[in-house]
Each structure stands twice: as structure tokens, then as C-alpha cells.
């Protein structure tokens, strides 16, 4: 079979999904290493057989409903490639605003006494966003995970991107208080923490269902993880930036909550889609 023909057929074995077409060529391309673009140039030849075979199974993982980034083991993120695979959050993209708020804010930073800018993430899963800020800042960072299973990723991580001497992994709880957890301060503290609310979770698209929970459950309000990050204000520095992702219709309760902690400046910012996906605030000087 050639590989056009191949991907006529998984096109149609896929049709129940949203972006068919999609995701066959990406299957294509990592089963026969050929690029999508190149496809109708270099699609004529014959496929070996022990590959058709490998080739289709991924494709019927995928029918029954494992996500892609699983099935391809590695997914994009403001331009840089992760490892993922079951155990770890998928990397999306409107969470790009949260690393996208941290670089705007470390950026124009002046050194502080030679001192190099410190972050710190919880709930870092694959590590996408701290890695990102990282290698477009120079900062150094610690990422909280509590997942044995998204650790291993998020190790794998960083050693992918060479950040082993400025990016630091510690399995941990954020529901603990940061003294059980972690010492020092930061200049950065990013959360993208489980959000959905427990009785939502049955109603979640059949793929993302295949996500872990524990990334995915923010308790019966969805707020549970929150409320616990008001307690890691702490680590800040004065002055230092909080900015979390929050679900749809979270934004203005979490402002709320951040607000009464004791941070100024509290703001929502919305994503590409107009919808409220971040809050942000920086802890007061007055300390």
C-alpha cells in the first residue's frame, strides 16, 4: 500500500473525529517519517508491511479514543517540543498566556544585586511552561508536581531542553503548606492546577476522559486548588508575580479569593477566545 493510499484509508477510519485528515498525517508522518507537506510529493511509494502493521494500530488506538499527543509522544508548545504520553497533562494552547505573562514580567527586569530571577510552578505537569520561560529568560526554577507518573515526564523534560542546571523538578502537594513543602523565595509563581469540577468529569469529551484525573478535578466547585494557592503567596518576594489559569466562569472567583490574600493589582486577562483564562496579581511591597 503507498502512503497516499494509506492516508485515504485513515482518513476515513477517522472520520468520527474532530480534525480526521489532521491526524492521519501526523500518524503518517511519525509512522513513515515524511512531512505532512510532503506528502503528495513523496506519498507514491510502498510501505513496508511491519510498518502498515505498527502504522494501524496507532490509527485504532485513536479510534477509540486515545488522544494524539499521546499516540505521537511528543507535542508543541510556544514552538518547543514535549514529551507526553498517559500520566500528564496535554499541553494546550491557550496556556500559553501564562508563559507569556511570565516572560513580559521577567524580561525588562533589572539583575537585582547579580541576582538571578527565581520561578516557581505548581501543578508543573510536563513542565511546558516553566521550560518556556526558562529558555526565553535565563531564570532559574523549581517545578512542584505531584504525579509520580508526570514527573517522570516533566524530568524527561527538561533534560530534552538541557535545563538541568537551572530547572529543578521536587514531587510535591501544593494542598500542603509550602513550609512542608519547599524553602527559599521567588520572583514568579505560575499554577495551571486541576479545575474542572468533580461532577463535570463524566461529561468531558471521551479523549480528554484519558487525561489523568488528578490533573483534571479541582474538587465539587472546581476551586479547591485555588484556594490552597492563596497560602503559597509566601514564597513571593515583594513586589513578584502570581498569574494562574483558571476554567471558564472561574475568573472574577478566583480574583476574589487572590484579591483577599493580600494581592494588589488583581487582574483577569482573557485568551484568544475572549475568555477569562488567566488571573494575575503581584504581592504587595508593604512587608
Known amino acids: 500500500m503507498t502512503g497516499r493510499a494509506l492516508y485515504r ?3 476515513k477510519r477517522l472520520e468520527q473525529a474532530d480534525k480526521p485528515a489532521f491526524d492521519a498525517a501526523c500518524l503518517l508522518e511519525k509512522h513513515l517519517h515524511i512531512k505532512r507537506g510532503e ?3 513523496r506519498g ?6 511491519a510498518v502498515c502493521t505498527a502504522l494501524w494500530a496507532d490509527v485504532e488506538r485513536r479510534a477509540a479514543g486515545e488522544p494524539l499527543q499521546y499516540l505521537l509522544g511528543e507535542w508543541e508548545f510556544m514552538g518547543l517540543p514535549f514529551k507526553v504520553g498517559p500520566g500528564v497533562l496535554i499541553p494546550r494552547p491557550e496556556t500559553e498566556l501564562l508563559a507569556e505573562t511570565a516572560i513580559s514580567y521577567l524580561h525588562p527586569r533589572e539583575p537585582v544585586a547579580e541576582r538571578t530571577a527565581r520561578l516557581l510552578e505548581l501543578c508543573a505537569g510536563s ?15 523549581v517545578c512542584l508536581e505531584f504525579s509520580t507518573d508526570a514527573l517522570a515526564f516533566l524530568r524527561e523534560n527538561i533534560r530534552l531542553h538541557r535545563l538541568e542546571d537551572r530547572v529543578c523538578a521536587v ?3 501544593m494542598l500542603r503548606a509550602p513550609r ?3 524553602t527559599g523565595s521567588f520572583d514568579v509563581l505560575l499554577c495551571n492546577p486541576p479545575y474542572i469540577r468533580t461532577d463535570e468529569l463524566p461529561t468531558l469529551q471521551a479523549e480528554v476522559c484519558r487525561e489523568p484525573v488528578l490533573a483534571l478535578d479541582g474538587g465539587a466547585d472546581g476551586l479547591r486548588f485555588y484556594r490552597a494557592l492563596c497560602a ?4 513571593l518576594r515583594p513586589g513578584g508575580l502570581l498569574a ?15 484579591t483577599h490574600a493580600g494581592l494588589m493589582d488583581v487582574e483577569v486577562q482573557n485568551d484568544y477566545a475572549g475568555i477569562g483564562r488567566m488571573v494575575r496579581g503581584f504581592r504587595t511591597l508593604d512587608i
Open 244 to 258: 494562574c489559569e483558571v476554567g471558564m466562569g472561574q475568573a472574577q472567583d478566583v480574583a476574589h479569593l487572590l
Open 127 to 141: 513542565g511546558c511552561v516553566t521550560i518556556s520561560v526558562a529558555q526565553e529568560t535565563g531564570c532559574e526554577a
Open 39 to 41: 506528502l503528495p510529493l
Open 180 to 182: 512542608d513543602t519547599l
Open 44 to 49: 507514491e511509494a510502498l510501505v513496508p508491511e
Open 9 to 11: 484509508a485513515i482518513k
Open 171 to 173: 514531587q510535591g502537594d
Open 232 to 235: 503559597w503567596i509566601s514564597v
